[in-house]
């Protein structure tokens, strides 16, 4: 697959949040004190429009505030606001949505329970986004990923470093190969610009290869690797996810390990994404594919909230496997 450019791509889940936090703010402050039962009090007709006035600026910095916001000397993974911020906004409108709710139409109040466990929901959602946000959140589990820490370890859907920056950090004798196509519309300009800049600020970029390239078609020879890592990133190619594990297992060495991160149905995972969480690949599914495309399943566990497989290429095996 050819890699796009991502340098002039609008961040489209940014926007999104933006338009529906103006609507939902204007609402608070314009339709909502204009109900009686909300106009004939001081306090709850001042509250509404303080509740407003705050959605509304925090849906315009989730849409245009990151650019602000950057340190010359800190570690920047390419976070929009949008992810951080705006669980918290939805959980803002949905808890005054049902404060309305239960002023102007008491008898209306299952409405107003539904609406408050949705602003649970949303402020839990917040708190694990901002949670991994943060650059000091551990990226990667505790694993065996190259038992002698000398080697050539591949970081397949890098983005902006976080995972490579982890792996050269954490294998002080290993050289990483960081690679991505760099078109995400979800990181700052594809991440490129932003990995550069992080591996320099961490002190690994000597260390650190960048490669473009597809995780389906990997622009390298075979069983060129001693070990691999690959962090939320197979998980999102849908239909082309075994193509992108057949893959991997190709560029390992026989006995090379693969550290796999996805997101599966859970907790966490609810809180983040609600009920789209359940569409996502069970880990007895991930095991199962895992396996058909020839690896072994060394370990598996969880950290985060999200799921880990440590999987291995059979020493001996054939390097393709069909």
Not at 292 to 301: I, S, Y
Request: charged content about 15%.
């Amino acid at each position: 697959m050819k890699s796009k450019s991502a340098s002039g791509k609008a961040h489209s889940h940014m926007w999104l949040v933006g338009v529906t936090g103006l609507v939902a703010g204007l609402a608070l402050m314009v339709y909502v004190p204009s109900l009686k039962a909300v106009s004939q009090s001081l306090f709850w007709f001042a509250g509404f429009h303080l509740i407003g006035g705050i959605v509304l600026l925090g849906s315009l910095y989730a849409t245009v505030g990151r650019r602000f916001r950057q340190r010359a000397d800190a570690l920047d993974f390419g976070w929009a606001p949008a992810w951080t911020l705006g669980p918290l906004l939805a959980a803002a409108v949905f808890l005054a949505m049902a404060l309305a709710v239960q002023i102007a139409a008491p008898s209306w109040w299952p409405s107003a329970v539904v609406l408050t466990l949705l602003a649970a929901n949303a402020f839990a959602g917040h708190l694990v986004a901002a949670s991994t946000a943060r650059p000091d959140h551990a990226p990667l589990p505790l694993i065996d990923l190259l038992p002698n820490h000398h080697g050539l370890v591949l970081d397949g859907g890098c983005g902006a470093g976080r995972t490579s920056i982890a792996v050269a950090r954490g294998l002080t004798g290993a050289n990483v190969v960081a690679l991505d196509r760099f078109d995400s519309d979800y990181i700052e300009g594809g991440g490129r610009a932003l990995l550069d800049r992080n591996l320099r600020l961490a002190g690994v970029a000597e260390r650190v290869r960048v490669q473009a390239g597809d995780l389906t078609g990997l622009p390298f020879d075979d069983a060129c690797f001693d070990a691999a890592v690959s962090a939320h990133a197979i998980d999102h190619l849908g239909g082309a996810t075994e193509a992108a594990l057949r893959e991997m297992r190709r560029v390992l060495k026989p006995g090379g390990r693969f550290l796999l991160v996805v997101w599966v149905p859970g907790w966490t995972m609810f809180a983040v994404a609600n009920v789209l969480s359940f569409a996502l690949t069970t880990r007895r599914a991930w095991h199962a594919m895992a396996r058909r495309n020839g690896f072994e399943v060394l370990d598996d566990g969880s950290f985060n909230g999200h799921c880990f497989l440590l999987l291995g290429k059979p020493v001996g095996a054939k390097t393709r496997h069909d």
